[in-house]
C-alpha cells in the first residue's frame, strides 16, 4: 500500500492540478479518520513513504522553478489557489457564474447534455470575455455539479448527488464494523471515491475514470447490508425477456461502437488536413476535410476546412476558392445555429466576396454579424469585423460606437485604434483621429501607413 500511495502522490505533484491537490488532500484525511489505528501498524513504512515524498516534492518545486513555466511551476501553482481575483481562478468563477445564468433560464430540464459551450456563449459575463481578450470561449463548467445542472437540470442533479452521498453514509456507518487490513482498504476506496467527487467541484469528469469511479461506488455499496441478496428461479418468459435484452444490448453496443469509431477516424482525417494543408498539398487536404465532415459532422470540422479554403482563396486569389468556403461556413451555421463563430467566420467571407462599398454582400456580412451577437451578446470579434464593415460601408459613426464596446473590454486592442483613427479622419475629427493613430503606433510602430496618415493630420 505504502508504493502506491507514494506513486499517486508523485502522479499528483506533476500533474499540477490544483482540483485534484485538493481531492486527494480530502481522501487522505477520510482515510485517516475512517483507518483509525490500523494506518500506524506499520510506522516504519509510514515514516518511508513520508519521507521519500517530501524529498521528491522538494525536488521537483526546485525543478519546476527553474522552468521559467507559470503553469509547470509547482510554487505559482499553490500560491494561484488563493488568488481569487486573478489568473485562472478569477476565470472559473466568472464561468460559474455563466453556469448558474444557465441554470437559472432553464432550471427543471436543463440546456441539454454537452451543451456548456453554446450556453457559455449566451451567458457568459463580461469580465470573463475581459480576462481573455475575447479569444475564448469555456467549453466546460471546471465545476461538474454546475456543467450537470446546466445540462440536464438540478433536480436530476439533485437525484444523482442524493445517490451518491447515501453511499457514501451507508458505507462509512459500514466501514465502523471491519477491522484490521479489510477496514483500511475499505477507508481507502471511501476516501478515493469522496476525493474524487471534492476534485469534480473544480473540473469535469474524464470519460476515462468516470467508469472507474462508479464501479468503485458500486464496489462500495456492494458489500454492505444495504445490499440484499436473493435466489430468482427463471421462467420460460423471462428467458426470453433475458435474451432479447441482450440483443437489444448487443445492437446498441455495436451502434456506439461504430460512431466511436467513426469520430477516431474523422479526427485522424481531420488532423492529417490540417497537416497536409500547412504542407500545400491542398487536393489532398481538400479531401481528408470533406471525408472528416462525412464520417462525423462537427462544427469544428466546418470551421477548419472554411478557414483552409478562405485561406488559399486569398492566396490564389480565387473568389471561387472563398465562395466555397462560404458554402462551407454556411452548412457550419445551419448544423449549428446557436454557435456564434459559425456567424462570423461567414460574414467575413462574404466581406471578402465584396467587391465595393455599395455591394449586398457587405449587408448580408452585417445582418450575419448582428445575428453573432444576438448569440453572444458579449461578441467580440465579431465587433471588430463588423465595425470594419461598416468603414469600408462608410458608416463611420457607426462603425466608432460598435468599438466601444471592445475597447471596453480590452483598452489596448490595436485594431479597435486603427479602426477608430481611420473612421475619425474621414469625419474630419483631427483631434480624435491623431489620437488614435498615436495609441495604434505604440503597439504597431513600424505601420507606414499610419505614420503617413498622422504625419498628414500635422500639417492640416
Given amino acids: 500500500m505504502g508504493s502506491i500511495l507514494f506513486i499517486s502522490l508523485l502522479c499528483l505533484l506533476t500533474a499540477f492540478t490544483r482540483g485534484a491537490w485538493l481531492g486527494s488532500a480530502v481522501a487522505l484525511v477520510v482515510l485517516a479518520v475512517l483507518g483509525g489505528k490500523t494506518i500506524l501498524t506499520d510506522k516504519k513504512k509510514l515514516l518511508l513513504v513520508l519521507v521519500a515524498f517530501v524529498s521528491i516534492f522538494a525536488v521537483v518545486m526546485a525543478y519546476s522553478a527553474s522552468t521559467g513555466h507559470g503553469v509547470m511551476n509547482l510554487v505559482d501553482r499553490l500560491k494561484s489557489t488563493t488568488q481569487l481575483t486573478e489568473g485562472s481562478a478569477a476565470s472559473r468563477i466568472e464561468i460559474w457564474k455563466a453556469g448558474l445564468k444557465m441554470i437559472e433560464s432553464k432550471p427543471v430540464f436543463g440546456l441539454g447534455p454537452d451543451t456548456y459551450r453554446l450556453g457559455s456563449e449566451r451567458y457568459e459575463t463580461k469580465a470573463y470575455v475581459a480576462q481573455g481578450s475575447g479569444q475564448t470561449v469555456a467549453d466546460n463548467a471546471h465545476n461538474w455539479v454546475v456543467q450537470l445542472a446546466a445540462g440536464v437540470g438540478i433536480p436530476a442533479t439533485l437525484i444523482l448527488i442524493g445517490l451518491f452521498f447515501t453511499i457514501m453514509a451507508i458505507a462509512i456507518k459500514y466501514s465502523r464494523r471491519l477491522e484490521g487490513d479489510d477496514r483500511l482498504t475499505y477507508a481507502a476506496l471511501i476516501g478515493a ?84 494543408g500547412n504542407e500545400g498539398q491542398i487536393e489532398a487536404a481538400t479531401s481528408n476535410y470533406e471525408r472528416s465532415i462525412e464520417l462525423y459532422k462537427n462544427g469544428r470540422y466546418y470551421d477548419g476546412y472554411g478557414m483552409f479554403l478562405d485561406r488559399v482563396g486569398v492566396m490564389q486569389q480565387s473568389r471561387d476558392m472563398i465562395a466555397k468556403s462560404v458554402s462551407v461556413y454556411q452548412a457550419a451555421q445551419e448544423y449549428e445555429p446557436l454557435e456564434g463563430d459559425h456567424y462570423v467566420f461567414l460574414a467575413s467571407g462574404h466581406a471578402k466576396l465584396a467587391t465595393s462599398s455599395k455591394d449586398p454582400m457587405l449587408d448580408t456580412a452585417v445582418a450575419e454579424l448582428q445575428q453573432a451577437i444576438s448569440v453572444r451578446p458579449n461578441a467580440y470579434s465579431a465587433r471588430i469585423l463588423l465595425s470594419n464593415v461598416y468603414m469600408f460601408q462608410g458608416k463611420y459613426q457607426q462603425a466608432i460606437e460598435t468599438l466601444k464596446f471592445v475597447l471596453d473590454i480590452n483598452p489596448q486592442e490595436k485594431t479597435a485604434f486603427q479602426i477608430m483613427a481611420k473612421c475619425y479622419q474621414q469625419l474630419g475629427n483631427k483631434k480624435e483621429a491623431q489620437k488614435y493613430y498615436k495609441k495604434y503606433l505604440v503597439l504597431q510602430p513600424d505601420d507606414p501607413e499610419a505614420k503617413a496618415a498622422l504625419q498628414l493630420l500635422g500639417k492640416k
Avoid at 223 to 251: D, N, Y
Fill in 193 to 276: 471515491s469522496i476525493g474524487y467527487f471534492i476534485h469534480l467541484l473544480f473540473g469535469v469528469s474524464i470519460s476515462g475514470s468516470t467508469g472507474v469511479f462508479f464501479l468503485v461506488i458500486s464496489a462500495i455499496l456492494a458489500v454492505t447490508p444495504a445490499v440484499r441478496s436473493f435466489e430468482l428461479k427463471p421462467t420460460e418468459g423471462m428467458r426470453f425477456s433475458l435474451q432479447a435484452s441482450m440483443v437489444v444490448v448487443i445492437v446498441i453496443s455495436a451502434v456506439s461502437a461504430y460512431y466511436a469509431l467513426a469520430m477516431y477516424v474523422a479526427d485522424y482525417d481531420y488532423a492529417a488536413a490540417i497537416q497536409l
